[in-house]
């Protein structure tokens, strides 16, 4: 064939008619233009719309059930607004939902895939059915801006390791293609399950890549080292003993209950009811027992006084014998001050747990804000603190106390042991995080930078070795260049230096923005430290999320519905700010039969006018 034919068919109108006709079959179909104009809503309909998926919206994010959807739809044709007469039933406000939950999945997906580095933060709980639902959360940074995003929520039959990691994958798999190829991280509460050495949920999903890393929840390790500082402790068992006795005291009995309000109204002060001292957060409900305890406690003696007293009529034996018990326990001066120093204690455990639970703590400020808590409590060793001073003396709060000869010495000896104790568990299980790549990760905290007077000139180049060597492959796949880290680590940190009067106030965000040209492969290492979660926090505020949307009432949602629920709950925007354009236009455009939104057939009408047009849309 000569070239002049094949240049003169290449240029003609019918080779160039073939080619755009080979586009628009190869074009998909959602795209093309025709069926972009028939899929086109009207702008009253439109609006419309907007009103069903506003109203659907609102639903899911008050944990409100659908069947509230047919009677604020109602409420709305009575306002004056143009709801229609089709969609309006449960049916459909389901099916809204899905969408609307759809549309934030979406945004995730491409915020995941934009991102080179996510870690997985996962947990297990039973909801209101009785089933084991396993909880999915994602953790990425992208140019020094930290997220912690929800993924998914997914039953299991059955609680093991093989089940709980396929359900993560699961979840995963919907949310991001190749988020293997970006996990850095899991953090798990450290049962056995997720986080054993052989066949653990960690151990299975990281598989063959060694720089994965495992990390065991810091607020539980926390939990855990109080709860083994106090398992040999007979003054706190004792004081155990008071608290719990209150709690059970006053919560059971609506009698003892408003006497006790009375005596806080005799003395003019605000009723504090005691407490539980257990609960899921051991720390933080037993700090909260204390507290009204101690701040109650005038009103509290008084009125077990009036109870045990002879004189006291209409009263059983059985309660006055309690109230006398309580009431020799709690004029006990030794363990007023044990209560006191306990207060002091947990105060700082209790703010340390605060922090621990931030959504975007990483680390490195996880492991500063530890050691300054240890720092306090080795004081207390020596001196006292503030609540321990203010029940040392004969009196406390107008009350004459019963002080033995060796009061101060037993006080003293158990403050000593306990704290001795907790200092030994909190070294024992938070001993990873001060060794290896963990220790390394102390660098993306500026907290943890000298001034620039002090600094050395080879400040945190071992760390950046170290964590070079460790997350090397993942880097590499990435697209960093590990070979240029070093140099720009300098370059870095010259420049923050430079440009910073207080190293401590800046941060990575500012410093994305100002030097990521310069130093584009350093602060990528930097997002994929920040990526990696110190506690899995937002589990369980999920878990507490997903009680409020799967109540007692709603115990038959299935696990897809509740979790397009808990997203809308925790992504979505709030009500006045929902816009519901892109769920309507993927309910409108993802169907096989088109979408007929202002179609009213007359003997499909039900007594209330509304059509029941959604199991057909579903067929």
Not at 60 to 83: H, I, Q, T, Y
Not at 87 to 101: D, G, H, P, Q, S
Request: net charge neutral.
């Amino acid at each position: 064939m000569k070239l002049e034919t094949i240049v003169f068919h290449e240029n003609s109108q019918s080779h160039k008619d073939c080619l755009i006709a080979e586009e628009k079959v190869s074009e998909p179909l959602q795209q093309a233009p025709c069926v972009i104009s028939l899929v086109k809503l009207p702008e009253a309909t439109k609006e419309k719309m907007a009103i069903l998926f506003r109203t659907s919206h609102a639903i899911a994010k008050n944990a409100r059930p659908f069947s509230d959807f047919k009677w604020m739809c109602n409420l709305d044709e009575k306002k004056g607004l143009k709801v229609g007469k089709t969609y309006r039933n449960e049916v459909e406000c389901r099916l809204f939902t899905k969408y609307i939950a759809k549309a934030e999945q979406i945004k995730l997906r491409e915020e995941l895939e934009e991102t080179k580095f996510c870690s997985i933060l996962s947990d297990g709980s039973t909801d209101t059915a009785v089933k084991e639902e396993e909880l999915v959360y994602v953790r990425f940074c992208t140019k020094g801006n930290v997220n912690v995003k929800f993924i998914g929520i997914e039953a299991v039959e059955k609680a093991d390791s093989a089940n709980i990691t396929q359900a993560i994958k699961n979840q995963m798999d919907a949310a991001c293609k190749g988020w293997e190829g970006k996990l850095v991280a899991c953090v798990t509460d450290g049962a056995a399950v997720m986080s054993g050495g052989k066949s653990g949920v960690v151990t299975r999903l990281k598989g063959d890549k060694t720089y994965v890393i495992g990390v065991h929840c810091m607020a539980h390790r926390l939990e855990l080292s109080f709860s083994d500082a106090i398992k040999e402790s007979a003054m706190f068992r004792r004081m155990d003993e008071l608290l719990g006795g209150l709690y059970s005291f006053y919560h059971k009995s609506p009698l003892n209950r408003a006497n006790l309000i009375k005596s806080y109204a005799t003395l003019k002060a605000k009723p504090l009811m005691p407490t539980r001292i257990g609960g899921t957060r051991w720390v933080g409900h037993l700090l909260r027992a204390l507290d009204h305890y101690l701040r109650g406690y005038p009103a509290i003696v008084l009125h077990l006084e009036q109870i045990q007293s002879p004189d006291a009529q209409g009263v059983r034996s059985v309660p006055q014998a309690k109230a006398k018990k309580f009431h020799s326990l709690a004029k006990e001066s030794a363990l007023l001050q044990f209560c006191g120093f306990l207060f002091d204690v947990l105060s700082h455990l209790s703010s340390l747990s605060a922090t621990l639970q931030k959504p975007t703590i990483t680390l490195a400020e996880a492991h500063a804000s530890l050691l300054a808590t240890q720092a306090v409590l080795d004081k207390y060793e020596t001196r006292a603190g503030p609540m321990m001073k203010a029940t040392s003396g004969l009196t406390f709060e107008g009350v004459k106390l019963s002080v033995g000869k060796n009061d101060d010495r037993a006080v003293k000896t158990a403050g000593q042991t306990l704290l001795s104790r907790l200092r030994d568990s909190l070294n024992d299980r938070f001993q990873d995080v001060s060794e290896g790549v963990l220790r390394a990760t102390m660098l993306a905290s500026f907290k943890n930078w000298t001034d620039r007077e002090s600094v050395e000139t080879d400040f945190g180049d071992r760390e950046i070795e170290a964590l070079c060597q460790h997350f090397g492959p993942v880097l590499t796949s990435a697209g960093v260049c590990v070979e240029k880290i070093p140099d720009q680590w300098t370059i870095l940190k010259s420049r923050i230096y430079a440009q910073t009067q207080t190293v401590q106030t800046t941060s990575w965000s500012k410093v994305n923005q100002r030097d990521r040209e310069q130093c584009p492969d350093v602060l990528d290492l930097i997002d994929l430290v920040l990526a990696v979660p110190a506690s899995t926090a937002d589990c369980e505020r999920g878990f507490s999320t997903m009680k409020q949307v799967k109540t007692d009432w709603r115990s038959n949602l299935t696990s897809s519905s509740l979790s397009d629920l808990m997203t809308i709950q925790l992504c979505s925007p709030d009500v006045n700010d929902f816009d519901p354009s892109t769920a309507i236009h993927l309910w409108h455009s993802d169907t096989v039969r088109s979408r007929r939104p202002d179609y009213v057939p007359e003997d499909q009408e039900d007594q209330d006018g509304c059509v029941l047009t959604g199991l057909s849309d579903e067929d």
